[in-house]
């Protein structure tokens, strides 16, 4: 959270710009994760000079400010109850696309949905993507952001080249890796608490067809998972993801099941190029002939515990069949974002909502902690609903979450 309170910063600011700055009206806002909510002033801005206003009628009120980029946090991230919220979707302009290069502009409120439908076309992915496309990329440099490639490819901080960013004071300054390392490497990842990103620049990924090559697998337990991240996170491939059943016991303890995923090269794919059209992205949009927007309803029916722990035995059942275990070939946006194809599944978490803790472990402690996780969620018989797995690496950011080891992340109903 930035803090603009009295006596932090430069007053010049257009008078205009001041008297939209007053309109701050007071809105509700809740938590993507919907187990917290709160009420802040808020105002949208079009431009940096806007964000040099925002801070002035901040100092002027005494509030703390804080942007909200697309509201993606599971938790109160974005959340600033009682203060001053910059809610910077109206900034969504893709500013400059290089497609000789692949060096693109970009305004903070771009979401990695439209990006990719602007990029992809062109030959060119984003380098790191979460695991919705929702996100924006001032929240997703503010979260330095990583994907089921991070052991490869880092967070998306290493692909950023620069910024504009708005600090407290009003300043807007121009930052690149090289002309301020210190504020580049503390901006990315500081969640905001420096300033507010009104402009990003970063480098995207080249690809030759719009599809990956996927391998997915069962895995019997723990140390096969284990086992199945040591093997493919070589040079080979570029994404590995576990999915775990956190309801198996004893010798099936861990188990899941796990996809590695690389780029194809130049003409590997006959139909890699058409397979670049925005519409060979998406998904249909009914699945088993159920429109997929009310599938969140039907979903409700098996939100509690004795339905996930069938849901998760049906999960890794249905993986262990031999024709779900083939190599294939998989639409970029299918394979990172298939959460964002059940529109609302956020809902069958109604009416408390849900939270997620992700342990970062180093690889040597990674077998050790995750079994004890696993265990204790059995023990309290409050086991998570769906976990994720992923393999990292450090990066050079000062507030960095990574670790050359795993992830875990692990969504419970509160
Ligand atoms: C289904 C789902 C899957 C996810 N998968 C992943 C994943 O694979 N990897 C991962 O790393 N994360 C993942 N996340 C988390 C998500 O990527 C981050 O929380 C991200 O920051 C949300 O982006 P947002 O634009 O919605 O930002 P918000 O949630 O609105 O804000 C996040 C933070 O960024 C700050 N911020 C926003 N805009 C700016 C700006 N312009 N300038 C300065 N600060 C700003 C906010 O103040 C806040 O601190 C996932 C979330 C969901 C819901």
Same mark, same amino acid.
């Given at each position: ?123 060119? &992915? ?6 919705? @496309?929702?996100?924006?990329? $001032?929240?997703?440099? =503010? +979260?330095?952001?990583? *994907? ?94 576990? &999915? ?6 004893? @010798?099936?303890?861990?188990? $899941?099941?796990?996809? =590695? +995923?690389?780029?194809? *090269? ?112 059995? +023990? ?35």
């Amino acid at each position: 959270m930035s803090d603009a309170r009295p006596g932090t910063g430069s007053d010049s600011v257009d008078p205009a710009r001041a008297s939209w700055a007053e309109q701050a009206r007071l809105e509700r806002r809740e938590a993507w994760g919907m187990a917290n909510t709160t009420v802040s002033r808020v105002l949208r801005p079009r431009s940096a000079e806007d964000v040099v206003a925002a801070f002035a009628y901040a100092r002027e009120h005494g509030l703390k400010v804080i942007a909200w980029g697309n509201g993606r946090s599971y938790g109160d991230a974005a959340m600033n109850d009682g203060e001053l919220v910059l809610d910077m979707g109206l900034m969504d302009g893709i500013e400059a696309w290089d497609r000789e290069t692949g060096i693109v502009t970009v305004q903070p409120g771009v979401t990695i949905a439209k990006l990719w439908r602007r990029i992809l076309p062109d030959g060119y &992915w984003p380098a790191v993507v979460s695991g919705t @496309s929702y996100t924006t990329f $001032g929240g997703c440099a =503010a +979260a330095n952001v990583h *994907g089921k490639n991070n052991w490869k490819h880092g967070p998306i901080g290493e692909h950023i080249t620069g910024f504009t960013l708005v600090t407290p004071d009003g300043a807007i300054r121009e930052v690149t890796r090289e002309s301020d390392p210190n504020l580049f490497h503390a901006a990315i990842g500081g969640f905001g608490a420096l300033g507010i990103f009104t402009s990003i620049t970063m480098k995207t990924k080249k690809v030759y067809s719009g599809r990956l090559d996927v391998l997915p697998a069962a895995t019997a337990d723990l140390e096969a998972m284990f086992r199945f991240f040591e093997r493919y996170n070589g040079e080979e491939w570029d994404y590995v993801v576990g &999915w775990i059943d956190a309801f198996a016991r004893g @010798s099936a303890l861990g188990r $899941g099941n796990a996809h =590695a +995923a690389r780029y194809l *090269g130049h003409d590997v794919d006959p139909e890699g190029q058409r397979m670049m059209d925005v519409q060979s992205q998406e998904l249909p949009n009914h699945i088993f002939g159920y429109p997929k927007k009310y599938l969140w309803v039907g979903m409700k029916f098996w939100a509690h515990r004795w339905g996930m722990r069938f849901i998760n035995w049906a999960r890794y059942t249905w993986s262990t069949l031999e024709r779900n275990q083939h190599r294939h070939l998989q639409p970029h946006a299918q394979f990172n974002f298939l959460l964002d194809f059940v529109p609302d599944w956020k809902f069958m978490y109604k009416p408390n909502g849900l939270i997620q803790i992700q342990l970062f472990v180093p690889k040597q402690h990674a077998r050790r902690v995750i079994r004890q996780a696993l265990e204790l969620q059995q +023990a309290m018989k409050y086991e998570s609903w769906l976990i994720v797995m992923k393999r990292h690496r450090k990066d050079p950011f000062w507030l960095s979450h990574a670790v050359d080891g795993y992830s875990f992340a692990m969504d419970f109903p509160v």
